[in-house]
């Protein structure tokens, strides 16, 4: 196995993925593959894509990755670069689904929460940071969710660390752009994922929120399997948006996700225009 960098052909990409054993993850690993490209698959239990591994030994490395543990995240990034000799691509994926009202959330699945799909994306993109500044090239790809704009009863927790993940990659884009170094969102809708099945969270339920989160949690016995998204689908289009030579800050995947993250941007600018009269008072030189 070769160590040096020339053994990766500089046409292709290596790509760095996260959560790489189901769902986005193994689907993005599939089409990278398919197109050439080389890539680090990461997982808890990397056994998980040992097919993968084996149909491409020459372009894919698996690498045992909880990404909430710093010198794990530092391994595998090592070692990545000493397989491949550089990171092009970060694809920030590990995550689960967690449904619960706020008062049915206990501090410890909240924290569980930030610390996964916040935190750790984080960390992750500040370990390949100096890496991609240095080169002044790379795509830090953020997988939040149409929940990264637009919330629902129950998916509190879940929203909020995606809404951080995402204000965070907003100013990251902008301070990372002088580098060479992209920034790209990736806003999935419904799609059929583990996400509702063997990723999933319940919070015990109260009784109080029968009528706004019980029905969610019907909604996602209802989903579970049959949501209308096509990850390998998914997996081209955010391959062929990486290849572009310029990259949107972000890209909503599925018709779901484009109308609801639409609805909310619409109720935003209502509210805006309600209240504009009421906000542009509060200055010191507003009219008495």
Known sequence: MSTHTDSTPATSRVWFVTGS?????????EEVVARGDCVVATARRPEALADLAAKAPDHVQLAELDVTRPEQVRAAMAAALARFGRIDVLVNNAGFSILGAVEETDEAALRATMELMFFAAVATTREVLPHMRARRSGTIVQITSVGGITTAPGFGPYCAAKHALEALSESLAAEVKPHGVRVLVVEPGAFRTALFGAAF??????????????????????T???????????????????????????????GDAVDQIRAKLALIAADVDRSEALARATGFDAEA
Request: net charge positive; glycine share 12%.
């Open 21 to 29: 054993s189901s769902g986005f993850g193994r689907a993005i690993v």
């Open 224 to 254: 579970n399997g049959e949501q209308g998204g096509d990850p390998a689908r998914a997996a081209r289009v955010i391959a062929d948006v990486v290849a572009r030579p310029e990259v949107p800050l972000r890209i909503p995947l599925g």
């Open 201 to 222: 969270r319940d919070m015990p339920a109260l009784d109080a929120y029968a009528e706004t989160v019980g029905a969610m949690r019907a909604w996602v016995r209802q």
